[in-house]
């Protein structure tokens, strides 16, 4: 799919030429756009907003999804968007000199929300929830500002896994990131184009190309989070067995709703033994 041509878009500027990165691009790009493709993410026409936050995953999103664009294989309007929050230490402009140096339309906008939070949640308690939902709200307004139809995260494969085994360990269900959802207002998609790119993947790449990696501890609550823990346990699985991660994501995707315990998704009370033509019940031994 990739090709040596020299007319690429910014974001690839000054890529690796060696062959280990190409295997790298190449992967990325067909893993996203299987994700594009299997869950129904184009509307042709439509204008995505990209939320970026600096980090090596979120810049891997933009880059792909401007190499998917600019091959022809996703006909929508991109906008690049980042909202500063106020967390002390932010460098508020690097995202914009980035961007502008890329020539990708953007928007950047500030709203104090790290005030907010810090404020609002108790001592010794982290600040993801209410900051994220915070996060999600703004998100949502500049998109209807702007005339998007959907609000896309730069989440993958790894913190889908992590999502799951929080809400199955501390949550009590089985749910994790969607890679597809309706917002409640039900005008808003909310995409996952990363569903199943590794969050190595996205490391290696954001490094190899050298993007100005913005950290994601600038409000000091990462240490100790149940997700950080989840993680290690997940690391300490792959590390003992490599290649866990791919089999419990395909578990993810390979759902057998009679073999769990939700009434709800199955009707465990309406299933009936087949009965023989002499309209008597056969038994599980004679079938």
Not at 180 to 190: I, R, Y
Request: aromatic share 8%.
């Amino acid at each position: 799919m990739l090709d040596d041509s020299d007319e690429i878009h910014p974001l690839f500027h000054g890529a690796p030429k060696s062959t280990e990165f190409k295997k790298l691009r190449k992967r990325l790009v067909q893993h996203v756009r299987e994700a594009v493709d299997q869950y129904g993410m184009v509307e042709p026409g439509s204008r995505w907003l990209v939320c970026l936050s600096g980090g090596k995953d979120s810049y891997t999103l933009l880059a792909i999804l401007y190499e998917l664009k600019w091959r022809g294989l996703l006909p929508v309007d991109l906008l690049a968007c980042n909202l500063d929050q106020g967390q002390p230490g932010f460098p508020a402009t690097v995202l914009p000199e980035f961007l502008e140096r890329m020539g990708v339309p953007h928007r950047v906008e500030y709203q104090d929300t790290y005030s907010i939070v810090t404020d609002k949640v108790p001592a010794g308690r982290t600040y993801c929830a209410l900051c994220s939902r915070l996060r999600r709200g703004h998100l949502y307004r500049i998109a209807r500002e702007e005339g998007c139809s959907a609000v896309v995260l730069g989440h993958h494969r790894d913190d889908i896994l992590e999502t799951f085994f929080m809400n199955l360990f501390h949550g009590g269900r089985l749910a994790t990131m969607p890679p597809k959802l309706l917002n409640e207002e039900k005008d808003l998609f909310v995409y996952r184009p990363l569903a199943h790119v590794a969050e190595a993947d996205c490391d290696r790449f954001a490094r190899a190309m050298s993007y100005p990696i913005i950290p994601c501890d600038l409000c000091g609550s990462q240490d100790g989070l149940q997700r950080q823990q989840v993680k290690a346990i997940l690391d300490g699985w792959e590390k003992n067995s490599p290649g866990r991660r791919n089999v419990m994501f395909r578990a993810l995707m390979n759902i057998r709703p009679s073999h769990m315990l939700d009434p709800k998704l199955f009707d465990f009370a309406g299933l009936m033994r087949e009965r023989d033509p002499d309209n008597s019940m056969q038994s599980d031994e004679a079938r």
